[in-house]
């Protein structure tokens, strides 16, 4: 069997399945559960790769105090 597909398949809880499918139901805004669960995974990687930005910017800050680009002097 080949491995080219573009999907994979993950399972969630179905407590938490049936509160997608009642936000879907009283907001109408996504078309289907995979919908919703793509929209929320890409928010949360989006929030993830921010965050990760920031982690990494303190980082160069904390390793280079002041800005200095060379030695001083």
Do not use: H, Q
């Not at 669960?37 to 105090?65: F, H, M, Q, W």
């Amino acid at each position: 069997m080949s491995n080219n597909s573009r999907y994979v398949t993950v399972s969630i809880p179905k407590a938490i399945a049936e509160k997608i499918d009642y936000l879907i139901d009283v907001l109408g805004y996504w078309p289907s559960r995979s919908a919703f669960v793509r929209e929320a995974c890409l928010e949360k990687i989006s929030g993830e790769d921010r965050r990760l930005r920031e982690l990494r910017t303190s980082e160069e800050g904390r390793d280079n105090p002041g800005g200095r680009v060379g030695p001083a002097g």
